[in-house]
């Protein structure tokens, strides 16, 4: 079955850079996004990478790809305190009608002064 | 104003009451969903719905009841409400086609005591 999985926890300090990890388990995969959910508020999509793309980046932001591993990463460059939430993954499978999505369990970016 | 939106935005209620939690979106996106976010456990889906008077269960279904009479509006039910239901709810929608992904509402915090 589909599963994404993530690490619970990751802590940087201002300036550095964050890279967030995810794993999936679905060869067929058509589009894998990046979710942010700052504190008391829902789900914003930050950013999609198409299956067959390598790499895509849009300002700070740089998602990586690598089919073979399926392995998705996100690296936030110049880290900065607004960026502290939790990050999701998800995945939307090829055969799978609605483009319905899959989410990873979320990874907690703390971003230290 | 266009946009998902859910109410009430908190409410606290008593173990065996009956409660609704309100989605309603502008976009007229055929597929919409409720989900739970939990310490420990992510997201999990409740229900979804892809179109008017088709609705089907998620991974955490029991407890809850869900309508599709229009487009618009996806009314999430809590029959006979239980403390282990104290959670985040999330309501969600999609074109079901495409990059989009999903966009998700501000979320209801419920209280059961």
């Known amino acids: 079955g589909e599963d994404v999985e993530q690490s619970l926890f990751l802590s940087v300090r201002e300036g550095d850079s964050s890279v967030i990890n995810c794993t999936y388990t679905d060869s067929s995969s058509t589009y894998l996004y990046w979710y942010k959910q700052e504190p008391g508020a829902g789900l914003q999509l930050l950013t999609y990478?198409?299956?067959?793309?390598d790499m895509k980046q849009d300002q700070r932001l740089t998602v990586l790809l690598n089919k073979k591993d399926k392995h998705l990463s996100l690296r936030i460059a110049d880290t900065q305190t607004g960026d502290s939430a939790i990050y999701f993954c998800?995945?939307?499978?090829?055969?799978?009608?609605?483009?319905?999505?899959?989410f990873g369990g979320g990874t907690r970016l703390m971003v230290k002064p | 104003d266009a946009g998902i939106t859910q109410s009430p935005r908190y409410k606290i209620t008593e173990t065996g009451r009956q409660v609704t939690l309100m989605c309603h979106q502008t976009?007229?996106?055929?597929?919409m969903f409720w989900y739970r976010q939990d310490l420990g456990h992510g997201l999990r889906l409740i229900y979804y719905?892809?179109?008017?008077?088709?609705?089907d269960k998620g991974e955490v279904p029991d407890g809850y009841v869900v309508s599709r009479s229009k487009t618009e509006n996806f009314p999430l039910t809590l029959e006979s409400a239980t403390r282990s239901q104290t959670s985040v709810y999330f309501c969600?929608?999609?074109?079901?086609?495409?990059?989009?992904?999903?966009?998700f509402g501000s979320g209801t915090r419920l209280t059961v005591v």
């Open positions: 969600a929608s999609s074109r079901g086609t495409g990059s989009e992904g999903y966009t």
């Open positions: 998800a995945e939307s499978a090829g055969n799978n009608a609605g483009n319905m999505l899959t």
């Open positions: 976009w007229s996106h055929s597929y």
């Open positions: 719905s892809a179109a008017a008077d088709i609705t």
């Open positions: 990478i198409f299956s067959n793309m």
